[in-house]
């Protein structure tokens, strides 16, 4: 058995042994000077990395515990989500679980949302808050954002988007998309270890939260805000995480540089979809495909099973179709700090474990 198998599953990631270390640093009280030092570095380290100046919230969740911190502060009225996927459609649920009106359009799994496609719902003034999940990794469509937030704002609706599986691999403005709450975690294209989960939310937002009735108490907006203004946060912090995801940044910062890493995400993919076309098919419309993982159709109908424990024995972890798309599709993530010739090699296998397209 490998216990260091690569991991090609779109999350947890391999994190680089540099930046697992960080995670064994000696702890500090969260209510210590020297965290607050961490924390504030950490924040606005994050600020960059997602273009905003919005505020940026931390917590011991993982990232679905902010994609219902959203629905929880935001929604008044009625929320209206996109559903093109399994991730997707776990906001809607969300919604639903909290006791909130919400509607939902379908999209075709495969493809993405326009901003025409909410456009008359939203126009109606039924709806105060919009639900997209940027980068659906179930289907591997990733949805060109621009045009959403000036809709909303006419509306006054706020624009909440999940970016889990993208932010740190693909460029995402959040101040000049207008996206009022962004969601994301360490554990996918950022490279660091799971436990802790980022957001970023507006003024309005914020205006929002502070009217807001039902929010519960581990996920009020209100709390962290309290707490941002000293550096802190309301309950204790995954530190060990904390001090990774920092020196991370820092080292992407100051070695690889942010739009490096954006443009390694987008070569892998530009190889993935190529080599997909030539051995299978691709599951997603290429419009929207996905810098960060690609989905395959498993038109030659192999045994997905019997390929990843193939895989499995050289040492590599396979991701199957999520969900509904097991046995149909298989997905190849190409985030974080995987390379190129990691990637190529990993594709290779597979190659010589199926054989030549017929
Ligand atoms: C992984 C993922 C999530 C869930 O993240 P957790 O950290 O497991 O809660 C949500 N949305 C998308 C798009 C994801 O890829």
Redesign the pocket.
């Known amino acids: 058995m490998f216990l260091d198998k690569k991991l090609f599953i779109?999350?947890p990631v391999d994190v680089l042994p540099d930046v697992a270390t960080q995670c064994a640093l000696p702890m500090v009280g969260h209510r210590s000077k020297d965290y607050a030092e961490l924390h504030g570095q950490l924040v606005e380290r994050l600020k960059k990395v997602m273009h905003t100046q919005n505020k940026v919230f931390l917590s011991a969740t993982?990232?679905?515990g902010w994609?219902e911190a959203a629905v929880r502060n935001c929604v008044g009225k009625k929320a209206l989500h996109v559903v093109n996927g399994a991730?997707s459609k776990r906001w809607y649920e969300i919604s639903l679980a909290c006791d909130k009106k919400a509607d939902k359009i379908d999209i075709p799994w495969g493809s993405a949302a326009k901003p025409a496609d909410v456009k008359v719902k939203l126009d109606s003034g039924e709806y105060d808050a919009l639900f997209i999940?940027h980068?659906?990794?179930s289907t591997c469509a990733m949805t060109p954002l621009d045009g959403f937030g000036e809709i909303c704002k006419k509306n006054n609706v706020l624009l909440c988007v999940?970016a889990?599986?993208s932010m740190c691999g693909v460029k995402i403005e959040v101040d000049r998309l207008g996206i009022d709450v962004l969601v994301t975690?360490t554990?996918?294209c950022f490279g660091v270890a799971?436990g802790l989960?980022m957001t970023a939310v507006s003024q309005a937002v914020l205006d929002r939260s502070k009217i807001m009735k039902d929010k519960g108490f581990y996920f009020d907006y209100m709390q962290y805000l309290k707490h941002d203004a000293k550096n802190n946060t309301p309950s204790t912090p995954p530190i060990p995480q904390m001090n990774s995801l920092n020196y991370q940044l820092g080292k992407i910062m100051k070695v690889e540089g942010l739009e490096n890493r954006f443009k390694r995400h987008r070569e892998m993919a530009e190889y993935t979809r190529a080599w997909a076309k030539k051995n299978f098919a691709l599951y997603t419309e290429e419009w929207c495909s996905s810098d960060t993982v690609t989905c395959i159709v498993n038109n030659r109908n192999i045994d997905l099973g019997t390929l990843s424990s193939r895989l499995s024995d050289k040492g590599y972890a396979f991701s199957n179709g999520y969900g509904d798309l097991k046995g149909k599709v298989f997905r190849v993530p190409h985030m974080a700090d995987r390379t190129m010739d990691d990637l190529k090699e990993y594709l290779e296998t597979i190659e010589k474990i199926v054989g030549p397209r017929p």
Do not use: I, L, R
Request: glycine share 10%.
């Open positions: 779109p999350g993982s990232s679905t994609m991730f999940t980068n659906e990794t999940d889990v599986s975690g554990q996918k799971p989960a």
